[in-house]
């Protein structure tokens, strides 16, 4: 029996994942499998070269006892977008669809309960399977769908975190591969990650080129508030090519606009943060994790940012509200599913 109130953002195995192959261009239907385990030619250019993307999407137990999958359509144009990056044979959003359907409906007892904070989030993974040893990309790969019921992604939740800049060590390359989830970018950030835990923060990164700027943090993206001078609020974030685009932040950009705030993306220099009155990470995993504070490892600055503020906490209710199904969604960003 799972303690849904105790769960965090651990891997919890359940009883089924969803799998499809692709062989010579043509995908097998997805089917259910109680197997965890996969057999892969040890010289797979998955396992050579990282030829590797993912998703990350949840599935809400609603106030009305309905469940909603958030956004699901674009999580399957965001893994083509990054399949076609890594030169792999993009899953046809239909049938990634089709999956996570599948897998909810396999684990639909590893929903959590409305009210408990915990979501089923679906790790979508696709990884490429022809044996090569020669650098260069395999067509052939494996899908798979890994169902986890979750709790939040930072301990603290939306208590707020602090995060450390530091600039020794880069996530992305401006014209590399930050725009698309490929696993060879969390690799890549594991020692900045470790190294900002070990100092009790969370990781941001800045600009691969110059330092500067904000991009992103390890599994979020930036988003900061400003009071302009009119008393009006403007919700700012970060344009970098080296940067995951973010589905959660794109929504609370049309629910921010929607409340009146004044919505920009642009490159954001770090000092700017002064100037902020909130700020918070943005994702599928976290929501909205306020930001306590960034500091500034290499510049020995800190910029306080205090308590989760107003603006955040109102868009981050607009956000569940959806969906949690408190409110219509009048965006048609759920799909809904009586299960
Ligand atoms: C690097 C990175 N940035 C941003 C995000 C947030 O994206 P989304 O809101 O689509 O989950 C994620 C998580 O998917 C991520 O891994």
Known sequence: MIDWSK??????ETDYIVRSACH???WGKPYATRDKYMSIHVAATGLQYGQECFEGLKAFRGIDGKVRI???????????RSAEGLLMTPIPAELFCEAIQLALEKNIDFLPPYETGATLYFRPVLVA??????VGPGKDCEFIVIPTPIGPYFP???KGTPFLVNRSIDRAAPQGTGQWKVGGNYAASFRASEMAHALGYECMFTDAKTHRYIDECTASNFIGIKRL?????EYLTPRSSAILPSITNDSLMTLASEMGLKVTRRRIRLEELADMCEAAACGTACVISPITKVVDLD????YPLGEPGPVL???YHALQDIQYGRVEDKYGWTRIFEL
């Open 299 to 302: 510049r020995d600055k800190v």
């Open 313 to 315: 906490t109102q868009l």
């Open 7 to 12: 769960l965090t953002f651990h891997y919890t």
């Open 156 to 158: 603290n939740g939306f």
């Open 129 to 134: 399977t022809t044996p090569e040893i020669s």
């Open 24 to 26: 010579n261009g043509i």
């Open 70 to 80: 958030f956004r699901m359509e674009e999580n399957a144009k965001r893994m083509q």
């Open 229 to 233: 001078a009119t008393g009006d609020y």
